[in-house]
T-cell receptor
Framework: GESVGLHLPTLSVQEGDNSIINCAYS??????FIWYKQESGKGPQFIID?????DKRQGQRVTVLLNKTVKHLSLQIAATQPGDSAVYFC??????????FGTGTSLTVIP | NAGVTQTPKFRVLKTGQSMTLLCAQD?????MYWYRQDPGMGLRLIHY???????AKGEVPDGYNVSRLKKQNFLLGLESAAPSQTSVYFC?????????????FGPGTRLLVL
């Protein structure tokens, strides 16, 4: 079946370094993708999104890249801070209003 | 403006018991969703609603029922709880601007079924 997945379950980075979190998807019909951040004991929080007619979108310290050819999505966090430590999920929108989430990557920022 | 709230925060059930989880949003959003989150499996969509009076099945609907009698509320029911339904349940609501479909999540309900 089709699925949304992440390449790495955990990632550790030094404070101040850039972080890259990857996500693979297999449904070529998906046209909208979102990255969420989830801190321990809380619900997911929207970070940034991208439509399939774009290949890059930038926010404050975050950039999402979409490569439709290889069905790959990445989240780049610039100058990673301790407050960025969390689990990051990618989600894809398929038919109707259904969103499918990846399994998540746990990011740890080392001071 | 409380955003999305969920009741209760935590509950312990015995197998076979029933319960209802309540989700409320004060953002006038049309769309509402119920997800469950299990370790290592991310969030999976149970049921969702695209407007008052409408509901639809998601990825894992079996064992759950939902109702959206009022726009601001989305109820998730477990008629006969099973240990496999032990999970953290998240409710979300969203709007669509045509480009963006941001989902706003509640704080979650932790359910333990013994």
């Amino acid at each position: 079946g089709e699925s949304v997945g992440l390449h790495l379950p955990t990632l550790s980075v030094q404070e101040g370094d850039n972080s890259i979190i990857n996500c693979a998807y297999s449904n070529s019909a998906s046209d909208y993708f979102i990255w969420y951040k989830q801190e321990s004991g809380k619900g997911p929080q929207f970070i940034i999104d991208i439509r399939s007619n774009m290949d890059k979108r930038q926010g404050q310290r975050v950039t999402v890249l979409l490569n439709k050819t290889v069905k790959h999505l990445s989240l780049q966090i610039a100058a990673t801070q301790p407050g960025d430590s969390a689990v990051y999920f990618c989600a894809e929108k398929r038919t109707g209003n259904q969103f499918y989430f990846g399994t998540g990557t746990s990011l740890t920022v080392i001071p | 403006n409380a955003g999305v709230t969920q009741t209760p925060k935590f509950r312990v059930l015995k197998t076979g018991q029933s319960m209802t989880l309540l989700c409320a949003q004060d953002m006038n959003h049309e769309y509402m969703y119920w997800y469950r989150q299990d370790p290592g499996m991310g969030l999976r969509l149970i049921h969702y609603s695209v407007g008052e009076g409408t509901t639809a099945k998601g990825e894992v609907p079996d064992g759950y029922n939902v109702s959206r009698l009022k726009k601001q509320n989305f109820l998730l029911g477990l008629e006969s709880a099973a240990p496999s339904q032990t999970s953290v349940y998240f409710c979300a609501s969203s709007y669509s601007t045509g480009y963006q479909e941001t989902q706003y999540f509640g704080p979650g309900t932790r359910l333990l079924v013994l």
